[in-house]
């Protein structure tokens, strides 16, 4: 399947905080709901059609500001440019190479009304880094011991740390592993930072899009009652009761349903299934090795603030211990030292293996090096050449002789 994505992001001077700090979730789902549902039910009750009208209106003014924050205003766009020696410049989409720290299942940590996200999320620490390397107790400017030796270790650190672009406007924080690792049983708790990457889920789309049209409807209703009570005076008491129970009844059932047909973020609509995601072991070993692709941003939606991949468009599983790539990190459970970033930028700059990535997904300066030729009719076989392939044709028509 391909990958899907309902969100988009937006240049720093297009953002607004608007409901940041109330806690977002809350925020449209309370007043998609509220707002559309008892706003229209009780205006309508006041005012008749005419009230009716008004409050669907009100109410659909309300929702689609708040949907339009959710789905292109909350997350600012970052450089999504790699300029590190491990790659050449891919203007689409943003390469991150790390282990798998965590997983976040559609719905956790959000009870309702937060789950109107459902979202499905990882956890990536940057390669080659140990879960170990920054100290529990380190204060956050330190560069030895603090975030900073991830951050700035050249390679995929650097899409933890918080961009200039993006400064002043939120308190910034990492997202961490959510799990916590130990040298031993009883032993120092590390929570090391670690980068976000999201898949997402269709419900905020489906809810917005729905109540829209809801609201919309409703407020037709109301307009057509009035003037049907200017034409027949006679319907207007019946449309008086009637027509805003008829009309939250609608905008009601139209949320609910939308909510509970909305699809779930699912990591296999970007090539890699649930089931087949291996996390970081307690002890700080283990963790599926992933190369992910999407967009890089800022997420500004929380009351506070950070970095992520959102949405991912691709992720594949790498092997990073096959053959000569056995020094790339003999021991995780030891600190990151200088030789293993050394190891690692080598290993990256010879691997290439987010321009590779690109090549076979047509996803940047290259889309026209795998994608065109799988256009081809003599490669499009499923089976194998020689049983459903066929051979090229001359473009040059037989002579006749």
Known sequence: MAFVQYTHCVKRDEW??????LGWGIAVAAGTILVGTIGTLLAGLAG?????????????????RICKFMLGGKLICLRNRL???HAPPIDYYACVIGRVAALEE??????????????????ILPAPH??????????????????????????FGFYLKQQP?????????????NNVYRHAPGGKEYKPPALHCEFEGSRIYDVCLATRVALAVSAGLGIAALIGCLIFPPICLLAWWVLPVVAGAIVAATIALSWALASGGDPADAGLPEGEIEIIREDGTGGDYVLVRGDWVWDGGHGESWN??????????IFPYAGADAVFKPDET???????????????????WCLYSDQGMGLGVSVGIVGTTQQKLEDQWEIHPDVDGCEPQDSKPTPVR
Not at 133 to 144: F, K, Q, S, Y
């Open 165 to 177: 672009s993006t400064r002043g406007l939120l308190p910034f924080a990492h997202r961490d592993t």
């Open 308 to 317: 992520e991949i959102h949405p991912v468009v691709s992720v594949q599983k």
């Open 16 to 21: 607004a905080s608007m409901t940041a700090q």
């Open 334 to 352: 030891k600190k990151t030292t200088a030789q293993d970033i050394e190891n690692a930028r080598r290993i990256f700059r010879l691997k290439t």
């Open 83 to 85: 300029d590190h020696d």
């Open 106 to 123: 559609v719905g956790f940590n959000k009870p309702p009304p937060k789950n109107i996200d459902n979202d499905y999320s990882i956890n």
């Open 130 to 155: 140990s879960v170990f390397d920054v100290e529990p107790d380190a204060a956050p400017g330190d560069p030895v011991n603090g975030p900073a030796v991830i951050e700035d270790d050249g390679l």
């Open 48 to 64: 008749g059609p005419a009230g009716t009208a008004v409050g669907a209106i009100t109410a659909y003014t309300v929702v689609d």
